[in-house]
């Protein structure tokens, strides 16, 4: 998404949400990296040039002018929980712009398939456990056995 953005401009100021603007919009596993991660990783981008840290959820007048922006991007997003139009002051100024990375892997396809490998691997964990108990358990049997037989001797 950013190096689609950043190809439409020439200077691509990003907007990083706090944490709990991300959970509001996404719901409760997200966001999967916390905010300073987020901000790294945008700021290690080449194809961003600045990052307002903190970006509130809804865009601003106020934030359009102190930055003086001339178009708002917006990626795709089917997976956002909120109602409300985030962008309608960017709509009615006639400087918002849907794209797309043509990437069809979401972050809640990556959420989901998280959440799904943990399961397993709490449950093959589980199944080990289980298993090393019955270990340990036929061991103390047999000890116990073994040394009921040197008792009787």
Do not use: W
Not at 5 to 28: P, T, W, Y
Not at 70 to 79: A, L, N
């Amino acid at each position: 998404i950013l190096e689609v953005a950043r190809s439409k401009c020439d200077f691509l100021i990003v907007g990083v949400h706090k944490d709990e603007v991300a959970n509001e919009m996404h719901g409760k596993n997200f966001p999967i990296m916390n905010l300073h991660e987020r901000i790294l990783s945008v700021m290690a981008c080449k194809y961003t040039d600045e990052v307002v840290i903190g970006a509130p959820a809804d865009i601003s007048a106020e934030l359009l002018d102190h930055f003086k922006v001339d178009v708002v991007f917006r990626g795709e997003d089917k997976d956002e929980l909120t109602t409300n139009d985030r962008f309608e002051l960017a709509k009615q100024r006639g400087i918002y712009q849907q794209i797309s990375s043509g990437c069809t892997l979401t972050t809640s396809d990556i959420v989901r398939r998280v959440i799904e490998n943990r399961l397993k691997f709490e449950e093959r964990n589980k199944l080990k456990n289980a298993k090393e108990l019955r270990r340990i358990e036929a061991a103390r049997r047999r000890s116990e056995t073994v040394e009921g037989n040197n008792d009787e001797e």
